[in-house]
């Protein structure tokens, strides 16, 4: 069990970057109610590009944001050093590459330069929602128990 409360944030998911900047100030809103406690962000493809927008405010108690299979814009500067960042992502997702051309018009990344990349190999983007079995630093998890432990900081 994680020892934390756990706020789920739902949005439109629209891949566009007014959608983006509008769930932003929503997600932003939400966390200022919760400034007492450390923040971990866990997102998902272009929830991953909410929270990122949201983890530049260094008001917020923001410990970690963990991306998984999210697009990345090639220019974007380093978040905050207090923000620990994990990035995962598969080189076998498509829909992740479809969304780095679209959404920043061929000037994505996957990969980010100075942070924790994990690459878990073949899988495709809805992969990452099913708890499949996938193999990392050598040991085999189950991808909800990987996720678990890159929350409470043991990977």
Do not use: C, M
């Not at 900047?21 to 493809?45: C, G, N, P, V, W």
């Not at 530049?56 to 050093?81: E, G, N, S």
């Amino acid at each position: 069990e994680i020892p934390a409360d756990i706020i789920i944030f739902n949005w439109s998911g629209g891949i566009s970057p007014f959608a983006i900047r509008k769930a932003a100030k929503e997600l932003h809103r939400t966390l200022l109610e919760h400034t007492d406690k450390e923040i971990i962000l866990f997102t998902k493809s272009l929830g991953g590009a909410v929270a990122e927008k949201v983890a530049w405010d260094i008001r917020l108690p923001i410990k970690r944001l963990v991306y998984i299979v999210t697009p990345h814009f090639r220019f974007t500067k380093a978040l905050p050093p207090s923000v620990e960042v994990v990035n995962i992502f598969s080189p076998a997702d498509n829909y992740l590459r479809f969304a780095n051309r679209v959404l920043y018009l061929g000037l994505g990344r996957i990969e980010i330069p100075g942070v924790q990349n994990i690459s878990i190999p073949n899988l495709r983007h809805s992969d990452f929602n099913h708890n499949i079995k996938i193999k990392y630093d050598g040991k085999d998890f189950l991808l909800f128990d990987f996720y678990r432990e890159l929350l409470v900081g043991a990977l």
